[in-house]
C-alpha cells in the first residue's frame, strides 16, 4: 500500500535536528541501560527508536505488525493511530518486548532489543514509563504508594522517593489525594495517579496505549497538558490512540496502522487520512492563508502548558 508523504526529507530532516537540539539542552539521557560510553550507537545519533522490517504475524492469516520502518528521534511526540486492529498495541508490546517480532530489527536508543535476555528485561524497562488505558494501579496501595512503589523497584533511597514523590504529584495536580486509594478516585484522577508512576522515573522514552480510552473529553485535556509537559522536559512520548480531539488539537507526528501496515507518517498530522494538515500543507505551498487556522495551529504553551492544572 501506498505511503502518503505531506513532509518532504527536507522537513524531515529539520525536525530531527530540532528534536536533537531539544534533547541537548534539556540533557536527556539514553535509554537501554548501560552507561552512555559503552551502549551502542543508533543508526542516527538522535534515534530512541528504530524499527526496520519488523513484522509479527500471530498466525497465517493475522498479521498484528507487517514489514514497519520509522525511527522516533529524542524529543519527538508521536501519535499511532489506526482502526481498531490495526496493529498499534502490537507495537507496543514489540517496544516494550512483551513479544519478538518474527523478522526486523527494533533498536531502542541503539540497543537491538532481541539481545536483552530475559533476565535483563526488567532493567530495559526500567527506562520506559507506560500508561495503559485500564491504569492497572496497585488497587491496596494510596495514591503516594502507587507512585512511591515505582521508584523503590529501581533501587531508589527513601530520601529520594520523598523528595520526588511529592514533587510528581504536585505535577500532576494530586497533592490533596496522597493518602487516598484507587477506588476513590475518578478515572481521570487514577489515568493521572498512572502519568505520574510513569514519569517518576524520568524515563527518557514514555510509552501510553489508549491513555484517554476511559476518559471523559474535559479530563481528557488535562492527561494531554501532562503528556504535553512531559514531552517538553525532554521525554520522547509514544501515544496509541483513537482519540480524534486529542490528535488533532496537538498535531504532532502522525503514523497510522491499517492491517499492520504503515500508511501514513506525517510530521504534524492529524487523526484521519487525507486531513486537515494536507491541505494547510497545499494552502502554504501555494502562499495562501491556512483554511482553517484555528484547527491546525499548534497548541501554544498558554494552550496546554497552563499552571491551572499544577496545585
Ligand atoms: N494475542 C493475539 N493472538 C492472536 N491475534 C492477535 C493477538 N493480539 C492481537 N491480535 C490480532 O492482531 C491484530 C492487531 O491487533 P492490535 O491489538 O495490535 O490492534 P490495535 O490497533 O491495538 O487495536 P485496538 O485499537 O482495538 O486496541 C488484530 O487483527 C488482532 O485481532
Known sequence: MAVSRSTTDRQRAAAARQAAA????????????????????????????????????????????HDATFTVHRGEFLFLVGQTGAGK???MKLLLKEMEPDSGVIRV??????????????????????????????????VYDNVAYALQVTGASRKQIRRQVPDILRLT???????NYPHQLSGGEQQRVSVARAFVNHPPLLLADEPTGNLD?????????????????GTTVVVATHDEGMVNRMR????????GQIVRDEVAGGYGRDSESTAEFGALMRGEPSPTPQRLRQPSEADLFDDAFAD
Request: hydrophobic residues 35%; aromatic residues 6%.
Open 22 to 65: 531539544a534533547a541537548r539542552t534539556t540533557g536527556t539521557h539514553p535509554v537501554a541501560g548501560g552507561a552512555p560510553t559503552s551502549a551502542p550507537r543508533p543508526s542516527h545519533p538522535s534515534a530512541v527508536i528504530e524499527f526496520r522490517g519488523v513484522t509479527k504475524a500471530y498466525d497465517n492469516t493475522t498479521a498484528g505488525v
Open 89 to 91: 498495541s502490537t507495537l
Open 109 to 142: 536508543a541503539g540497543r537491538d532489543l532481541s539481545e536483552i535476555t530475559h533476565k535483563k528485561v526488567p532493567y530495559y524497562r526500567r527506562n520506559l514509563g507506560v500508561v495503559f488505558q485500564d491504569f492497572k494501579l496497585l488497587p491496596n496501595r494510596t
Open 173 to 179: 495536580g494530586l497533592s490533596t489525594k496522597l493518602h
Open 217 to 233: 473529553p474535559d479530563t481528557t485535556i488535562g492527561i494531554m497538558q501532562l503528556l504535553y509537559r512531559i514531552n517538553k522536559a
Open 252 to 259: 504532532r507526528r502522525v503514523i497510522e496502522l491499517q492491517g
